[in-house]
């Protein structure tokens, strides 16, 4: 459903397959740092009042999930031989962090 969203969201510009594989990478890098959140940051370190090391545990998570999402991203958009939208992921890496770390708080806040 969620999926479905998100492609509606951002259009069918580039053909229905892009879009939807596009949104799948999307979902899949969200869903797993969220599941890394809700079921192991959350109880090991914010339920103990570690809220330092909880903090610091999520930042690093989203440093390193966000290359990773931008590295897969710009491989597909490679492989479907789109340079244009490889020129605008590595403008905007930055933003994507923000955006992880915002999604991946808001599962902290809808958990507690």
């Not at 959140?37 to 989203?62: D, G, H, T, W």
């Not at 440093?63 to 590295?71: D, K, N």
């Not at 490889?86 to 808001?106: D, R, Y």
């Amino acid at each position: 459903m969620i999926l479905l969203v998100l492609m509606f969201n951002y259009g069918f510009e580039n053909g229905f397959l892009f879009t939807f594989f596009n949104m799948l990478i999307l979902v899949s890098f969200y869903a797993a740092i969220i599941y890394f959140n809700l079921y192991y940051l959350i109880p090991e370190y914010l339920s103990k009042n570690r809220f330092l090391l909880y903090s610091a545990f999520l930042f690093v998570s989203c440093m390193i999930v966000t290359p990773l999402y931008e590295i897969t991203q710009y491989f597909y958009y490679e492989i479907t031989a789109n340079e244009r939208a490889q020129e605008i992921l590595l403008e905007n890496v930055n933003f994507q962090f923000l955006v992880t770390f915002f999604v991946v708080g808001t599962s902290t806040i809808l958990k507690i």
